[in-house]
């Protein structure tokens, strides 16, 4: 079993997508172990997105991701990391499969809807932050 950090972004939120972007994770076989929502501070998105410091969508990425509250939550299921990557998309949703988050809800690049982790050392780190006490 593997477990992964996901967010379901500002934009997603803003337009009343909770629910329907959980069901496309719980249809694919995933749980949710711990969720809250959140608006989290320009501190606590630097931390979070660390690794894309000193790139150019950086300082607006930090704008997004803070402007309203967001949904933070721990996938959990065989190969979850795998599963939710495809489930999501490609970051680009015109690039994004049919039938993936990114393809059925993403604005754009940006503002793209959903967020996780890209590997199991990132799923460590960021359910680290994000739910200290799992
Ligand atoms: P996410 O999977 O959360 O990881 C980093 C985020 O930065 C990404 O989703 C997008 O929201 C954003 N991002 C990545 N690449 C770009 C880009 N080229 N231009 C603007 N935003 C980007």
């Known amino acids: 079993m593997e477990r992964s950090l996901v967010l379901i972004k500002p934009d997603a939120v803003e337009r009343n997508l909770i629910g329907s972007i959980i069901q496309v994770y719980e249809d694919s076989g995933l749980k949710v172990i711990d969720i809250r929502i959140e608006q989290i501070t320009e501190e ?3 931390l979070h997105y660390k690794e894309h410091e000193g ?4 300082e607006s990425l930090i704008k997004y991701i803070t402007r ?4 933070a939550m721990v996938l959990e299921g065989e190969n979850a990391i795998e599963v939710i990557r495809h489930v999501n998309g490609a970051t680009d949703p015109n690039k994004a499969e049919e039938g993936t988050i990114r393809r059925l809800f993403a604005l754009n690049k940006s503002e ?3 967020h996780a ?3 199991i050392e990132s799923a460590k780190r960021e ?3 994000w739910f200290p006490n799992l």
């Open 112 to 114: 793209n809807s959903v």
């Open 117 to 119: 982790s890209d590997s």
């Open 55 to 58: 790139k150019s969508f950086f």
């Open 127 to 129: 359910i680290n932050i």
């Open 44 to 46: 606590f998105a630097k």
């Open 68 to 71: 309203s509250p967001l949904v």
